[in-house]
């Protein structure tokens, strides 16, 4: 790997770790407001619908100029967001121009990997990727909780400079001001990466086309026979990890009695079975056999399906551990695969919108429906089970499909 690549990583982590970190503010904004329980699943629904609306532009923006300055745009939005929350915007209203920007940033912190490296190091990219991403998350969330906690907040109040005003007064006031300093460390970052000399010169510019040709390229992609597997598997791979973690945190509430401040960890613990799972993943899975993991993910679906049974803390930990690990192994070679398809396909910013496309929507949709339950005050346990049985059906058939399409290969292979 190049300096390059690692300036991008670093600009990454930095980005991904006040992402994580807002999130939890925002979260125990709603709580200290007295808010509805099914608000906070929405206030990652407005965060992720900015993927979905912009789908059809923001590949096109990401291939308009180098990728290092789009990051830097995009850090900027979600500066902007944070600044709102700040100032007292209402916090679904603020986040939202946070994921605003993150729609922005995404197609080009994915897509200029392939411009960087060649296809046989996608692989390793990606785990450096994922594992840093995943740090971001252990660190953010704990982050988030932490510096809304009490002691937190009376340490970071009382750092006052002298002879200096700074209008930070409140609890909430002071993690936001954390969190945007972080958001400006990786907006400098983001100017010392390299132009990877990447043009893409005929960009459409009107809507129609533009949505046109984004449709275009979602058809691509759902038909390759490759395609259409890794992109199935991260769609639901991302709308039930968005979803995990306002389960975990409400499993932690009810059934560990773990106040939320303390709860944010138990994602941290998720999040480094995930690393270690995307490091193994790196050393033993290649491009060529990534479709080998698959079965992973119903191990993963059946595994989450056993948590009502565990109300001990001492259980919790490994078992969040076990499904983090089987989820980093089998997520970071479905992402290299469907990025090569991509990048094969069409170009690297509109490829990887169209991967945001639907796996936001799916984030949406299942935040929709685990929101619509706490609605109907369905049971806690029954939620769970339901969402571990459902993951587990749902990459059964998606094995099945992969199956019908291998054999459709051979048998147009045996006709020619």
């Given at each position: 790997?190049?300096?390059?690549?690692?300036?991008?990583?670093a600009?990454?982590?930095?980005s991904?770790?006040?992402?994580?970190?807002?999130?939890?503010?925002?979260?125990?904004?709603?709580?200290?407001?007295?808010?509805?329980?099914?608000?906070?699943?929405?206030?990652?629904?407005?965060?992720?619908?900015?993927?979905?609306?912009?789908?059809?532009?923001?590949?096109?923006?990401?291939?308009?100029?180098?990728?290092?300055?789009?990051?830097?745009?995009?850090?900027l939005?979600?500066?902007?967001?944070?600044?709102?929350?700040?100032?007292?915007?209402?916090?679904?209203?603020?986040?939202?121009?946070v994921?605003?920007?993150?729609?922005?940033?995404?197609?080009?912190?994915?897509?200029?990997?392939?411009?960087?490296?060649?296809?046989?190091?996608?692989?390793?990219?990606?785990?450096?990727?994922?594992?840093?991403?995943v740090?971001?998350?252990?660190?953010?969330?704990?982050?988030?909780?932490?510096?809304?906690?009490d002691?937190?907040?009376?340490?970071l109040?009382?750092?006052?400079?002298?002879?200096?005003?700074?209008?930070?007064?409140?609890p909430?006031?002071?993690?936001?001001?954390?969190?945007?300093?972080i958001?400006?460390?990786?907006?400098?970052?983001?100017?010392?990466?390299?132009?990877?000399?990447?043009?893409?010169?005929?960009?459409?510019?009107?809507?129609?086309?533009?949505?046109?040709?984004?449709?275009?390229?979602?058809?691509?992609?759902?038909?390759?026979?490759?395609?259409?597997?890794?992109?199935?598997?991260?769609?639901l791979?991302?709308?039930?990890?968005?979803?995990?973690?306002?389960?975990?945190?409400?499993?932690?509430?009810?059934?560990?009695?773990?106040?939320?401040?303390?709860?944010?960890?138990?994602?941290?613990?998720?999040?480094?079975?995930?690393?270690?799972?995307?490091?193994?993943?790196?050393?033993?899975?290649?491009?060529?056999n990534?479709?080998?993991?698959?079965?992973l993910?119903?191990?993963m679906?059946?595994?989450?399906?056993?948590?009502?049974?565990?109300?001990s803390?001492?259980?919790?930990?490994?078992?969040?551990?076990?499904?983090?690990?089987?989820?980093?192994?089998?997520?970071?070679?479905?992402?290299?695969?469907l990025?090569?398809?991509g990048?094969?396909?069409?170009?690297?910013?509109?490829?990887?919108?169209?991967?945001?496309?639907?796996?936001?929507?799916?984030?949406?949709?299942?935040?929709a429906?685990y929101?619509?339950?706490?609605?109907?005050n369905?049971?806690?346990?029954?939620?769970?089970?339901?969402?571990?049985m459902s993951?587990?059906?749902?990459?059964?058939?998606?094995?099945?499909?992969?199956?019908?399409?291998q054999?459709?290969?051979?048998?147009l292979?045996?006709?020619?």
């Amino acid at each position: 790997m190049n300096r390059g690549f690692y300036t991008i990583m670093a600009a990454q982590f930095f980005s991904s770790l006040a992402d994580n970190a807002l999130l939890f503010v925002a979260i125990d904004m709603l709580i200290r407001m007295g808010s509805s329980e099914f608000l906070s699943p929405m206030l990652k629904q407005s965060f992720v619908v900015f993927y979905i609306l912009l789908a059809a532009f923001v590949g096109a923006f990401a291939d308009s100029m180098p990728k290092g300055r789009v990051m830097f745009v995009a850090n900027l939005i979600k500066i902007t967001g944070c600044g709102m929350l700040f100032v007292g915007v209402p916090p679904l209203l603020a986040y939202g121009l946070v994921g605003f920007g993150a729609a922005v940033y995404s197609p080009a912190k994915y897509g200029i990997l392939t411009e960087l490296l060649p296809p046989e190091k996608l692989v390793p990219a990606n785990a450096w990727i994922e594992g840093l991403t995943v740090m971001s998350i252990i660190l953010g969330t704990v982050m988030g909780g932490a510096m809304v906690s009490d002691q937190a907040s009376a340490l970071l109040l009382g750092l006052d400079a002298p002879f200096v005003t700074t209008g930070i007064e409140t609890p909430t006031q002071a993690a936001l001001s954390v969190t945007m300093g972080i958001y400006a460390l990786a907006s400098i970052f983001n100017l010392f990466i390299p132009d990877t000399g990447a043009r893409y010169p005929n960009q459409k510019h009107s809507p129609s086309k533009l949505i046109a040709e984004f449709a275009e390229c979602v058809s691509v992609l759902w038909r390759d026979k490759l395609g259409q597997i890794s992109l199935a598997v991260t769609t639901l791979f991302w709308g039930a990890g968005a979803t995990l973690q306002f389960i975990v945190l409400k499993w932690a509430e009810k059934t560990l009695k773990i106040p939320f401040d303390s709860a944010t960890g138990l994602l941290g613990v998720v999040a480094i079975g995930m690393a270690l799972g995307a490091i193994l993943s790196a050393r033993l899975i290649t491009l060529k056999n990534s479709l080998t993991v698959l079965p992973l993910g119903i191990v993963m679906g059946l595994i989450v399906a056993v948590m009502p049974w565990v109300t001990s803390v001492h259980v919790a930990y490994p078992l969040l551990i076990i499904i983090g690990g089987v989820s980093g192994f089998f997520v970071v070679p479905m992402n290299a695969l469907l990025q090569h398809r991509g990048h094969i396909l069409m170009s690297a910013g509109h490829s990887i919108a169209v991967q945001n496309f639907n796996e936001n929507l799916s984030i949406l949709t299942m935040l929709a429906v685990y929101a619509l339950m706490l609605t109907l005050n369905m049971n806690l346990d029954v939620i769970i089970v339901l969402f571990g049985m459902s993951i587990a059906g749902i990459m059964y058939m998606i094995i099945r499909k992969h199956a019908a399409n291998q054999r459709e290969v051979n048998s147009l292979a045996l006709i020619a």
